[in-house]
Nanobody, 115 residues
Framework: QVQLVQSGGGLVRAGGSLRLSCAASRYIFGINIMAWYRQATGKQRDLVAG???????TYVDAVKGRFTISRDNAKNTMYLQMNSLKPEDTGVYYCKIDASNGAYWGQGTQVTVSS
């Protein structure tokens, strides 16, 4: 069973930066999309950023120009670099990998941005 283990996150002031990491416990065959989601308290889990196998990326408008999704295939790890953080970026961030044999989720990590 593949596990996605997240690290990073925490408390930061508005304007600060954080980097989230998501490491797979082993190689995942047939990855289609790697993505980061965010869930604010009392709200649904929404897509923040995604990267497909070919390297193309997509971002929700609210984070464009501030967040960068990337991956290191050799380390089975994906990242989310978050700059110029705003209080509205606060929430639990989850990584997700969609592969040919199913979808995998990380355990979630809290990001809190103070004003």
């Amino acid at each position: 069973q593949v596990q996605l283990v997240q690290s990073g996150g925490g408390l930061v002031r508005a304007g600060g930066s954080l980097r989230l990491s998501c490491a797979a416990s082993r190689y995942i065959f047939g990855i289609n999309i790697m993505a980061w989601y965010r869930q604010a308290t009392g709200k649904q889990r929404d897509l923040v950023a995604g990267i497909v196998t070919g390297g193309a990326t997509t971002y929700v408008d609210a984070v464009k120009g501030r967040f960068t999704i990337s991956r290191d295939n050799a380390k089975n790890t994906m990242y989310l670099q978050m700059n110029s953080l705003k209080p509205e970026d606060t929430g639990v961030y989850y990584c997700k990998i969609d592969a040919s044999n199913g979808a995998y989720w990380g355990q979630g990590t809290q990001v809190t941005v103070s004003s």
